[in-house]
């Protein structure tokens, strides 16, 4: 299965992200969608969606989208919230998450910020696509798409698009 990674779209969904996307079979959106809930939907249409609100989302949105995702995809245990630190600094909540729930890929935004690694303490795959929309302070938007056979993602691929 490919998978494609977004966050903090903001409201924007342009079509350079749409050609990037167009081969993978599940999106994955780590929060802040802005937009409300027709673009929400407009995602959703698009590739199937499991998505996250972010601080920054409507209640519309937080009616639809839940704080936390934690699924099971192609035997990888996922963990999906918006704010979630990184390797080294999570807030208390996301280390005892980690600790509860042992997910083989961690995936947050919110920080607007690239970042990919594996986190040894927690034996967890992070992953943070940094920010596909206009709002913030980022140079270059972000996403990611990888695929993902037998619990172990693969052929991890970065798309950067410059603000």
């Given amino acids: 299965m490919k998978i494609g990674v977004i966050s903090d779209t903001h409201g924007v969904f342009s079509q350079e992200f749409r050609d990037f996307l167009a081969p993978v079979d599940q999106i994955w959106h780590a929060g802040d969608f802005g937009g409300g809930l ?3 939907k407009t995602i959703s249409r698009f590739k ?3 998505g996250v609100y972010g601080n920054c989302d409507a209640q519309e949105i937080r009616f639809e989208c839940p704080l936390v ?8 245990k ?10 080294g600094k999570y807030p208390l909540n ?10 083989d890929i961690f995936v947050c935004g919110h920080s607007h910020i690239l970042r990919v690694e594996f986190d040894t303490k927690y034996n ?8 596909a929309g206009l709002q913030g302070w980022q140079i270059e938007r972000t996403a990611l798409r990888f695929d993902l056979k037998d619990g172990k993602p693969s052929g991890m691929e970065v ?5």
Wanted: proline letters at 11%; aromatic letters at 8%; one cysteine or more.
């Fill in 69 to 76: 995702q934690l699924f099971n995809c192609e035997g990888a």
């Fill in 94 to 103: 996301i280390a005892a998450m980690l600790d509860v729930h042992k997910p």
């Fill in 48 to 50: 199937p969606l499991v």
């Fill in 124 to 131: 967890t795959l992070f992953v943070n696509p940094g920010a």
């Fill in 78 to 87: 996922v963990l999906i919230t918006h704010i979630g630190g990184h390797p």
């Fill in 159 to 163: 798309f950067r698009l410059p603000r």
């Fill in 38 to 40: 027709d673009f929400v």
